[in-house]
């Protein structure tokens, strides 16, 4: 089995490779440890390996691993990615500096309402999830109500919170079209918000996984969320 540190730098080189063959900037895409069901052994390894970026599902589980290794590491930034419950926010707002899973009008309501009660240093980054592939049933749907938590997120930005793009996951499937036509729909969806809303720098595209992390950078995402191709498989217990 090979090491995280080996992971995580052969990772690195297929995101070059992809930057180069889209002709982008390789300084243009993160990349995101997704460190669920692995324990924080497992974190403190691939900070180690040099990544500063991890993300959660749960609240309850970022909630357990994530303060100690923020303490430990001033540097080391937490994104929760997992749809969120309201009763839960009040948890994760003083963790994460970024919910990348905003969904809903009433959750924007919820962090707005959070942030206004916890001392943050930095505002709290919100990424809008948008549905773009077939069988996941996360993200926004109506672009109306799409754009009605964006309207009520620049309204309230100032009230610690900063709207900064867009996040997907595409379908599972080999399906090499279908991968893309859904990364393809987010920078659309994102294109349409932007201009919208031109007071706003919404440039964060967070989409592309351990299997198609690739296709994603070509598509133009900003940041690729990776657990399985660093950590291995997940074990569910
Ligand atoms: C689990 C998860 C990932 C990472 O998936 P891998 O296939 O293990 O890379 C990325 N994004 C979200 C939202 C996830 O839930």
Same mark, same amino acid.
């Given at each position: 089995?090979? +090491?995280?540190?080996?992971? @995580?730098?052969?990772?690195?080189?297929?995101?070059?490779?992809?930057?180069?063959?889209?002709?982008?900037?390789?300084? +243009?895409?993160?990349?995101?440890?997704?460190?669920? /069901?692995?324990?924080?052994?497992? =974190?403190?390894?691939?900070?180690?390996? $040099? %990544?500063?970026?991890?993300?959660?599902?749960?609240?309850? &589980?970022?909630?357990?691993? /994530?303060?100690?290794?923020?303490e430990q590491n001033p540097?080391?930034?937490?994104?929760?990615?997992?749809?969120?419950?309201?009763?839960?926010?009040?948890?994760?707002?003083?963790?994460?500096? #970024?919910?990348?899973? =905003?969904?809903?009008?009433?959750?924007?309501?919820?962090?707005?309402?959070? #942030?206004?009660?916890?001392?943050r240093t930095t505002p %709290?980054?919100?990424?809008?999830? @948008?549905?773009?592939?077939?069988?996941?049933?996360?993200? /926004?749907?109506?672009?109306?109500?799409?754009?009605?938590?964006?309207?009520? #997120?620049?309204?309230?930005?100032? #009230?610690?919170?900063?709207?900064? $793009?867009f996040m997907t996951m595409?379908? /599972?499937?080999?399906?090499? &079209?279908?991968?893309?036509?859904?990364?393809?729909? %987010?920078?659309?969806?994102?294109?349409?918000?932007?201009?919208?809303? +031109?007071?706003?720098?919404?440039?964060?595209?967070?989409?592309?996984?351990?299997?198609?992390?690739?296709?994603?950078?070509?598509?133009?995402?900003? %940041?690729?969320?990776?657990?399985?191709?660093?950590?291995?498989?997940? @074990?569910?217990?």
């Open positions: 089995m090979s +090491s995280i540190k080996e992971n @995580v730098q052969s990772i690195q080189e297929k995101m070059f490779n992809a930057c180069l063959r889209a002709g982008r900037n390789p300084e +243009s895409v993160k990349l995101m440890a997704v460190s669920k /069901f692995h324990p924080q052994e497992a =974190v403190f390894e691939a900070i180690e390996a $040099g %990544l500063d970026l991890f993300g959660e599902n749960r609240v309850q &589980e970022a909630a357990e691993k /994530f303060p100690a290794v923020l540097d080391v930034s937490l994104h929760l990615i997992g749809s969120l419950q309201k009763n839960k926010v009040k948890h994760i707002v003083p963790l994460a500096s #970024c919910i990348q899973s =905003v969904d809903r009008f009433d959750l924007a309501e919820e962090i707005v309402r959070q #942030c206004g009660k916890v001392q %709290l980054k919100l990424l809008f999830e @948008v549905h773009t592939g077939e069988d996941s049933k996360a993200g /926004f749907t109506d672009l109306d109500e799409l754009l009605r938590t964006v309207e009520f #997120c620049e309204a309230n930005a100032g #009230c610690g919170i900063v709207p900064a $793009g595409a379908p /599972f499937t080999d399906e090499e &079209e279908a991968i893309r036509a859904s990364f393809r729909k %987010l920078v659309k969806i994102r294109n349409q918000v932007q201009t919208r809303f +031109s007071a706003l720098k919404l440039d964060e595209l967070s989409m592309g996984m351990s299997a198609d992390f690739e296709i994603a950078i070509e598509e133009g995402s900003s %940041l690729i969320r990776v657990g399985t191709a660093i950590f291995g498989e997940r @074990v569910y217990a």
